[in-house]
């Protein structure tokens, strides 16, 4: 069974920036991974994608504030996030295409 560990949640201040990490206990080099997120109250929705050849898709809401990136010697995607607002409030869940998703880590923004 892979796993998908996320880490980096936390609480941040408006305009406050955090990042993510998600790291894989198998190689993710073949695979598109992303991030996707679940506010309270709210269905889960995709945030970031990243595909093995680089390609990106981004959710309208974040984009231009948030980046994925990935490290395949480490087997490691990040979330990279800029200018945090109050909605960016949720659960984030690291995917993978072929392994689904991770527990999840917090991330809160609030003053």
């Known amino acids: 069974q892979v796993q998908l560990v996320e880490s980096g949640g936390g609480l941040v201040q408006p305009g406050g920036s955090l990042t993510l990490s998600c790291a894989a206990s198998a190689s993710i080099l073949p695979y598109t991974m992303g991030w996707d997120r679940q506010a309270p109250g709210k269905s889960r929705e995709l945030v970031a994608r990243?595909?093995?050849?680089?390609?990106?898709h981004y959710a309208d809401s974040i984009k231009g504030r948030f980046t994925i990136t990935r490290d395949n010697r480490k087997n490691t995607v990040y979330l990279h996030m800029n200018n945090l607002k109050p909605e960016d409030t949720a659960v984030y869940y690291c995917?993978?295409?072929?392994w689904g998703w991770g527990q999840g880590t917090q991330v809160t923004v609030s003053s």
């Open positions: 990243l595909s093995q050849d680089y390609n990106t």
């Open positions: 995917y993978s295409s072929p």
